[in-house]
């Protein structure tokens, strides 16, 4: 299915890797020109190489930190060169390991973390990249949150609260931006086996929660963000699509 955006370009946040590279994987599929944004700058290059001899696009890398104003500053700069961009992917980090109830989440440095990386870094980058996609009468926002934004999870608090701040904002944008052509939507995945699952939570422990007694992949979240970013999602904003394998209950 042609998505009719081959010769657009992304910003996409968190890209080097993971839930983030997948997603660039798949909007490079579709010829979408990539500025991708991540910590690591060795990262950052094989993540370009990989992209760019498989899908013949142009790509673009800042290295530097979401929480930063002066290295969001700079991804600005980039994604407003050669025309500018006309989507974003918004991709924040994992809360810290390990995740503990919320009556365990006792250390300062823990909630700070968190809503550095996750809140404060997910309205910065919205404040400094929503306005370079003005103007056209087309654009896309599209976040990739957490399914706990509509069911919380257990031991997920430091997920739950942050990115719940982040869907009201999104919210708030998707009203705002409409007349201007832009629409604003998320994604909400549940159970995603990643390169990066870490040992502190079991796999075959998460899977039994979730009716499909499977994990989703990266590619499956790719494909939903790739979806919300088409011209074929014009007429869609404010939404979030979950993608938990029928874990969440919540009737709305």
């Known amino acids: 299915m042609d998505l009719k955006i081959a010769g657009k370009r ?8 993971g839930l983030g590279l997948a997603v660039c994987e798949r909007l490079a599929a579709e010829g979408v020109n990539l500025v991708v944004f991540a910590r690591d700058p060795a990262n950052l290059a094989k993540a370009r190489d990989q992209l760019q001899r498989a899908h013949k696009v142009q790509v673009e890398t800042v290295a530097g930190d979401i929480t930063s104003e002066a290295d969001v500053d700079r991804l600005a700069g980039v994604a407003a060169e050669d025309g500018g961009s006309q989507i974003l992917v918004l991709n924040t980090p994992r809360p810290p390991s390990p995740l503990r109830d919320f009556l365990d989440e006792n250390d300062n440095a823990r909630w700070d973390q968190a809503h550095q ?18 103007g056209t009468g087309w654009g896309r926002i599209v976040a990739i949150t957490s399914a706990s934004i509509k069911q919380p999870m257990p031991k997920h608090a430091l997920s739950t609260i942050y990115r719940a701040g982040v869907q009201a904002a999104l919210k708030h944008l998707a009203m705002e931006l409409a007349p201007k052509g832009v629409t604003v939507n998320s994604v909400a995945p549940a159970v995603v086996v990643t390169p990066n699952w870490t040992v502190t939570h079991s796999i075959e422990a998460r899977v039994q929660t979730v009716p499909m007694k499977r994990a989703g992949t990266p590619e499956e979240v790719a494909a939903a963000v790739a979806f919300f970013a088409s011209d074929l999602a014009g007429f869609i904003s404010g939404d979030t699509l979950q993608l938990d394998g029928g874990q969440t209950l919540s009737l709305v």
């Open 117 to 134: 990386r996750q809140l404060h870094g997910a309205l910065l980058v919205l404040r400094k990249i929503t306005p370079l996609l003005l």
């Open 10 to 17: 992304a910003v996409v946040i968190c890209g080097s890797a």
